[in-house]
């Protein structure tokens, strides 16, 4: 699915990509290369990120061709040549992608995903990847603080109308269901992916009527069970002439749950309980919206606010306090030499690489990130699911599958990890006496030190 | 354009908005209405926003069609009646629309767009108005401030691998061009918009060669008058390789800039200057990117750094300090009558509204939205773009003039207003009597206060 939206992108990349692979093509460069993506740092709010992306990124690869218009642009640029342009016309993705399966805690420095193609091929293909994983790996991340902080109360999608554009917001509600969310209000969404729906009614519904009352009354009246906004007017008001409905029309106003939507929602939603309770309505559940992110569901939860739900919208659906990764796509290996770039600050770990994630008692004590063949103690994250081209069994597209996972690996965690506040000590990632070994030679055959 | 990437998305939509129009249609509530899309408040480091998305919001009305698809996908949710159905099976967007020019400089509270048109249509494209406006707004706004930063120079978008998905970085490239960046990198939207392209070497080409000299006499031999990048390994060494090999080979190594990508830019490009000039390269250029905002490059160039031109990514891609508006769409009047919501600290002016901006000498003094209709001095903004579902004249996609209006209304703002420090005081938007006793009459009918 996430390819079929992807497929008529092929020109999706920076031109550098295009320059290069010209250049690569020229000088008969078409060694193996292993290109390797990975955050350098996480944000400061992040103790960990949730690798997401991957289904998206091996639909692009399986799909990737470029149309005669495609090239007749670029043709019209004026910078290329015909090998370039008959590459481009012939080009299926041949390579192997070796990933963390979507929905795996990771660290910084640690592969989410290595590309193993010729250079050429691996070159291309850079900005999509590096896009696509950053896109959903971003959501995914500020997703699973949502979950974490509600606890196991429901957590909806609200973020639609805030995205990034159309494709950020679908990217968004896959990342949110891999971190557990449990629905979304993005009906495209909903149809794409095969998500819960969620959504009933917006202050302009009850504005469109000339009084609350009439408004309430009608759309029970058609969609028994729903959920009614109460803060148009005012809230508390809102709610006692959704108890004066009930006492009215009884069983003809079945009502699932009130919304508020404004306001301090840990005081109104007590007062709303109480006033609920009173009138014998208990089964009407409350659920709260209005720029909630993590740390206000925290609060509300700590504070033991009654709300059954949250509506989270623009802060996760943007990720607001750590919109972007400092993610990568660097190489690591050509021709079977590993490769590293040395300038100050931005170094990169040389060849294919492993991560293995040590465990005590079925909690995670920490990662080693290591050579790729090594053999060392811990489980080993990285896996193929990408060989010439074609997805293997570990990469075919399981979105529920990878929704278990993420809740699985998170809960072997350690709890600091996964709290909001910011680990101490941090999550320890260290690298294999050999991947250090091996680094420093290529150093040192690469500056010549 | 805009519009064609849109037009499979008919259901990219928040479920409510299916809902209400179920009830809108069920309880015969197809009068007209007006709903506003404004910002509430500018986020801390905006002095103005850069109105934007309009070419894209009217290619999604023009083309919104619902598939038989896209309706068997809604009845398989067992919540919408046949009513429903047959209203989306023969759906075209009939209504008008008055908005801002793109390019156009708006600020808090003050209509960006309002859409007229029967209440369910009205409704129904809430989400997809919205997102448009808002993608399209963020990024035009940061880009301006990166374009005003730079002075005279050069700002190239490096964006596409870190903006929300692929679309976003299509959103934002279109915003960039009008907010006055000079080109992109990214392919797909030279593609679709026409905008200029650049971009020439990754590290990655440099390192899948045995050394650097021998990347720079290749790349520079297919492409003359390039780019290169020279901080692979070291920078000052990679300048004095460039200059080797000009003195070398001469006029069969032409190169038209080199780029610098990590460490203390303003003091590399000054080294690299001094070494350039040295050997008689006066004409090589210097461009440079890492990590670089608005500030950024202010700081280089109030420093004086000699550099030509600059690479934005990720800041500008994400909007990294603003990542989103506190925009609404807001009904203002249902049937002939204002309305609004009251709930606390989120209010809305009702009623149908214009934008008169006052000007003395050619520089703006300050905004007073009233009422349409009223005689107020000051250039009026809100345009009719469309009506009856089709385009108007001023409706018309021109990008470029887009491009040239942006340049003149910035022009037109005092000095403060677009400066990157926060203006002192603030650009000053005032109400009209006529709207604020509008406003009171309103709120007084709804709340019956």
């Not at 059954?308 to 943007?318: K, P």
């Not at 993610?327 to 991560?355: C, D, F, N, T, W």
């Amino acid at each position: 699915m996430a390819g079929g939206r992807h497929a008529y992108r092929a020109l999706f990349a920076d031109l550098y990509e295009l320059t290069m692979v010209q250049g690569y093509l020229e000088e008969g460069l078409s060694g193996e290369a292993v290109f390797t993506v990975f955050v350098r740092r996480l944000p400061e709010s992040r103790n960990f990120l949730l690798a997401c992306g991957l289904d998206a990124v091996l639909g692009y690869l399986e799909r990737l061709r470029f149309t005669d218009e495609d090239v007749a642009y670029l043709r019209s640029l004026g910078r290329f040549s015909h090998r370039l342009f008959d590459w481009l016309r012939d080009f299926r993705f041949e390579g192997s992608v070796y990933a963390l399966p979507e929905g795996t805690p990771v660290f910084a420095n640690e592969p989410i995903l290595e590309v193993v193609a010729p250079l050429p091929q691996a070159q291309l293909v850079e900005t999509a990847v590096m896009n696509q994983i950053h896109v959903h790996t971003v959501m995914a991340s500020k997703g699973v603080r949502c979950v974490i902080a509600a606890r196991e109360r429901t957590v909806i999608d609200f973020g639609a109308r805030r995205t990034h554009g159309v494709d950020a917001s679908l990217d968004a509600a896959h990342a949110f269901h891999i971190a557990g969310i449990h629905g979304t209000s993005n009906v495209l969404a909903g149809k794409i992916y095969g998500l819960p729906l969620a959504g009933t009614m917006a202050h302009s519904y009850v504005q469109a009527h000339d009084d609350e009352r009439e408004a309430f009354r009608a759309f029970a009246r058609m969609f028994p069970g729903t959920t009614l906004l109460v803060d148009t007017y005012d809230t508390l008001t809102g709610v006692q002439r959704v108890i004066e409905l009930a006492g009215e029309r009884g069983g003809d106003f079945q009502i699932g749950a009130i919304r508020l939507d404004s306001g301090d929602l840990g005081t109104l939603a007590r007062e709303a309980r109480g006033l609920l309770d009173a009138a014998g309505l208990k089964e009407i559940r409350i659920f709260a919206s209005s720029d909630l992110d993590e740390y206000g569901i925290a609060a509300l939860v700590k504070a033991d606010a009654p709300i059954d739900g949250f509506g989270v919208g623009t802060a996760m659906g943007v990720s607001s306090d750590a919109p972007f990764l400092d993610i990568v796509y660097k190489l690591s290996e050509y021709a079977g030499e590993g490769r590293m770039k040395v300038s100050r600050s931005k170094s990169v770990l040389p060849g294919r690489k492993q991560v293995f994630r040590l465990e005590e008692h079925g909690r995670a004590t920490g990662d080693v990130i290591g050579r790729f063949g090594e053999a060392l103690d811990g489980r080993q994250l990285l896996r193929l699911v990408m060989r010439q081209g074609r997805r293997t069994s570990d990469g075919e597209s399981d979105l529920d599958a990878a929704r278990r996972r993420a809740a699985e690996e998170l809960a072997r965690l350690p709890s600091r990890v996964t709290s909001l506040e910011r680990a101490e000590p941090p999550y320890q990632v260290s690298i294999s006496t050999a991947l250090e070994q091996f680094t420093a030679a290529v150093h040192k055959r690469v500056v010549g030190g």
